[in-house]
């Protein structure tokens, strides 16, 4: 008899603990918008799936312009950052002979000078490409030999991503791109994958291949040997209905929101997702825009992982 009642009591405790949690459980489902919760209307928008990586300015093809004989440098015509095109005359020099007997002449008074400066005429270093002089190694008076770079020339600057192996099959040639300079964090410049390497390097051991991000427009800050985030389009969806990726639950394959009706009461509904971010969620059917669908408030949630694979990029919020 004594055990019968023992045992009656467990059970009513037991009872009472279940009916307390499914209370409670309930009192949270119906009432979810708390701290950490928040109510939203689904939107559209654009999602964009994006590969991050660090990156440097450089030129495509970097061109030194040595000269054909040794000397004396008499001239140079061209400062950098100036613009060039194939054939300019970018400087003047004097063979080692030439500047010998000029030398010679000049003490010898202003007729002998000037018979043989026109007698013996400065040899011009031209430019074999358009571009642009990204270095100026020289000044008039100093002398060189074939070995030296009098100029350095570029035809483009381009910016030369780094991307890790498990992240190369996401790039393609022709795909959009953003840039952000580090010396210049609030401009944002707009790029398209201008070439892919077909052979990997490997840096700190590490199998990487490099990535030329070509500028659409050349903005007049943009030096050589800045470094860069470069941000890749993988994919993108634009005009699209989106939610917050915190709204949404998983059971297994089903995924699901929590939509709270004008009396507040909570329902499960389940939906079909397309690109998802991490951040937001493309909803291609289940929702409309008057639905309120409850999400998590993602300011007390830890902070994502961005979907680049250099954990040294700096993090940013796009607009």
């Known amino acids: 008899m004594i055990k019968n009642k023992k045992g009656l009591i467990i059970a009513g405790i037991v009872l009472c603990a279940v009916v307390f949690l499914m209370v409670r459980s309930k009192a949270n489902k119906d009432q979810p918008a708390g701290r950490d919760n928040k109510i939203i209307n689904p939107?559209?928008?654009?999602?964009?799936?994006?590969?991050?990586?660090?990156?440097?300015?450089?030129?495509?093809?970097?061109?030194?312009?040595?000269?054909?004989?040794?000397?004396?440098?008499?001239?140079?015509?061209?400062?950098?950052?100036?613009?060039?095109?194939?054939?300019?005359?970018?400087?003047?020099m004097s063979s080692t002979e030439r500047a010998a007997l000029?030398?010679?002449?000049?003490?010898?008074?202003?007729?002998a000078l000037k018979y043989w400066e026109e007698a013996y005429k400065k040899t011009p270093i031209m430019s074999p490409i358009d571009g642009e002089v990204i270095v100026r190694a020289v000044e008039?008076?100093?002398?060189?030999?074939?070995?030296d770079a009098?100029?350095?020339?570029?035809?483009?600057?381009v910016v030369s991503g780094q991307f890790d192996e498990t992240d190369i099959g996401r790039i393609r040639k022709g795909q959009d791109a953003f840039i952000t300079l580090d010396a210049y964090p609030d401009v944002e410049l707009e790029g398209v994958v201008d070439h892919v390497a077909y052979e990997s390097e490997i840096v700190n051991n590490v199998t990487i291949y490099n990535v030329d991000v070509l500028p659409k427009e050349m903005p007049e800050m943009m030096r050589s040997g800045m470094s860069v985030t470069v941000e890749v389009i993988e994919e993108k969806a634009e005009d699209v209905m989106t939610i917050p990726s915190s709204a949404i639950h998983y059971d297994g394959?089903?995924?699901?929101?929590?939509?709270?009706d004008r009396r507040g009461k909570t329902t499960e509904r389940d939906i079909e997702i397309g690109l998802n971010n991490d951040q937001t969620a493309e909803v291609i059917s289940g929702l409309s825009e008057e639905d309120s669908v409850i999400a998590q408030d993602t300011a007390y949630?830890?902070?994502?992982?961005?979907?680049?694979?250099?954990?040294?990029?700096p993090q940013r919020k796009r607009q």
């Open 43 to 92: 939107g559209m928008g654009t999602v964009e799936i994006m590969v991050i990586t660090t990156g440097v300015v450089e030129p495509q093809n970097r061109l030194e312009v040595k000269p054909s004989v040794s000397g004396r440098i008499e001239e140079i015509l061209v400062k950098e950052g100036e613009a060039i095109k194939r054939g300019d005359i970018l400087a003047w």
């Open 253 to 260: 394959e089903r995924q699901y929101v929590l939509v709270q």
């Open 140 to 147: 008039p008076g100093q002398t060189v030999v074939t070995s």
């Open 301 to 313: 949630l830890p902070k994502r992982k961005s979907s680049g694979t250099n954990p040294f990029i």
């Open 102 to 111: 000029v030398d010679a002449a000049r003490s010898q008074g202003e007729e």
């Open 150 to 157: 009098v100029l350095v020339l570029s035809d483009r600057l």
